[in-house]
Nanobody, 124 residues
Framework: QVQVVESGGGLVQTGDSLRLSCAAS????????LGWFRQGPGKAREFVAA??????YYADSVKGRFTISRDNTKNTVYLQMNSLKPEDTATYYC???????????????????WGQGTQVTVSS
């Protein structure tokens, strides 16, 4: 069993930066891949970024603005978000999965462990 808890959301203005954190526990931290997803009002949950044994991956909508990283000594994964836009407004979820699941890293169905989410609101 893996527990994940997100933090760091808030209300910011267009162009601002924000860093989300996700603390994971319950298993050796390095043994799983981690992803960030988001769900805006009235929208489906969408992939944002993932960090796996093979590298980092980003949705086209955030590439160049967001950076995912992990600190295995702190059992924490981060999502650094720069140049935020109103369309980035959403609840952001951290999720964990085994490194190999047979599903793409962008597929939420491949992730078995989810946090409760943290709200990010970007005002124009």
């Amino acid at each position: 069993q893996v527990q994940v808890v997100e933090s760091g959301g808030g209300l910011v203005q267009t162009g601002d930066s924000l860093r989300l954190s996700c603390a994971a526990s319950g298993r050796t931290f390095s043994s799983y891949a981690l992803g960030w997803f988001r769900q805006g009002p009235g929208k489906a949950r969408e992939f944002v970024a993932a960090i796996t044994l093979w590298g980092t991956y980003y949705a086209d909508s955030v590439k160049g603005r967001f950076t995912i990283s992990r600190d295995n000594t702190k059992n924490t994964v981060y999502l650094q978000m720069n140049s935020l836009k109103p369309e980035d407004t959403a609840t952001y979820y951290c999720a964990a999965r085994d490194h190999v699941t047979g599903r793409p890293h962008s597929d939420p169905l491949g992730y078995g462990y989810w946090g409760q989410g943290t709200q990010v609101t970007v005002s124009s």
